[in-house]
């Protein structure tokens, strides 16, 4: 009798463990690299002289729990100072940015003409993930002459900017409400991500 309880006790254990632990989530190999785009007067390469332009970035293989960090080098190619957005899109499976994430330690300041920057971009995998053996996406690194989130241009990103994005939430091109200067990422479409990127810097000047 106690022999069976043990058993019993094993095997529930056991269950409990394959349920919380998946073990096709144990590494994910990643065949994709995430595409790199420079939108705007920018430009992203891989040494600081900027001759080798970054096109693609190899990420390796990845474990939950797991980051990993690169180092590009952001010019701007403009004929004016310009702060710098990345942001990502275009994810593959659709659910993969509930799991992984990408930040960078660019500190938000104005970048003077001709000036190259080093950012690091870290990308960081969740323990959580679930079902996802490979992913892509694309990272997009844009530039303005405006701090992100200065819709109306006037130097401040206030409540006034916070209105305009609230009014055309939920719209995209064509739709009664849609402006484009709301669409703060340039994605086609003022949702969340718009939101964020205003709140983050509200309260901050064109500076």
């Known amino acids: 009798m106690r022999k069976s309880t043990v058993l019993l006790l094993l095997l529930v254990s056991a269950t409990i463990f394959v349920i919380v632990f998946p073990w096709q989530n144990l590494n994910i190999a990643v065949p ?4 790199v785009s420079a939108r705007n007067g920018v430009g992203v ?3 600081q002289a900027a001759t080798n332009r ?3 970035i190899y990420w390796g293989e990845l474990f939950p729990w797991s980051s990993k960090t690169m180092v590009v080098y952001i010019r701007n190619e403009d004929n004016e100072s310009l702060f710098y957005l990345l942001t990502t899109e275009q994810w593959y499976p659709a659910n993969a ?3 992984i994430a990408l930040k960078s330690d660019y500190n938000g300041s104005r970048a ?5 920057r080093k ?7 969740s323990s959580r993930i679930y079902s996802i053996v490979d992913f892509s996406f694309d990272i ?3 530039g303005s002459p405006y701090l992100w989130g200065d819709v109306n ?3 401040l990103v206030d409540i006034r900017d916070i209105a305009i994005v609230a009014k055309a939430y939920g719209s995209y091109p064509g739709s009664p409400t849609w402006k484009a200067e709301a669409d703060i990422n340039g994605d086609g479409k003022i949702d969340l991500k718009d939101v964020a990127i205003a709140c983050k810097n509200f309260g901050k000047k064109n500076e």
């Open 32 to 35: 994709n690299v995430s595409a």
């Open 45 to 47: 390469y891989w040494d």
């Open 54 to 56: 970054c096109q693609n």
């Open 97 to 99: 940015s509930n799991y």
């Open 112 to 116: 003077s003409v001709g000036s190259v």
């Open 119 to 125: 950012v690091s971009l870290t990308l960081t995998v």
């Open 140 to 142: 997009v690194v844009s």
């Open 153 to 155: 241009h006037d130097g």
